[in-house]
Nanobody
Framework: VQLQASGGGLVQPGGSLRLSCAAS????????MGWYRQAPGKQRELVAI???????NYADSVKGRFTISRDSAKNSIYLRLNSLKPEDTAVYYC?????????WGQGTQVTVSS
């Protein structure tokens, strides 16, 4: 099973994007699905996570601007990014954790610039 992320791009400050991440097959026993990001010269950091009971958690820097959601039937997760700032520029990675797997997508570039 592989994860395919999409939806990144170049956007002006204050703009919005919607990232998607789909699994190529079924994943059983999912405990959490999340989005991480890595900016140049920085470590990968958690952006948002959603658990099997739909609890969510966000990095302080994105609270109120980003929204994570999932479609269990499609083994897909989404990240809505609003009010984007230049400091949100990074490669965004999706992640799925189950009882037997820890999967990462290939990353999608988000660039916020005027």
């Amino acid at each position: 099973v592989q994860l395919q992320a999409s939806g990144g791009g170049l956007v002006q400050p204050g703009g919005s994007l919607r990232l998607s991440c789909a699994a190529s097959g079924s994943i059983f026993g999912i405990s959490s699905m999340g989005w991480y990001r890595q900016a140049p010269g920085k470590q990968r950091e958690l952006v948002a996570i959603i658990t099997s009971d739909d609890s969510t958690n966000y990095a302080d820097s994105v609270k109120g601007r980003f929204t994570i959601s999932r479609d269990s039937a499609k083994n897909s997760i989404y990240l809505r990014l609003n009010s984007l700032k230049p400091e949100d520029t990074a490669v965004y990675y999706c992640n799925v954790v189950s009882f037997s797997l820890n999967l990462w997508g290939q990353g999608t570039q988000v660039t916020v610039s005027s």
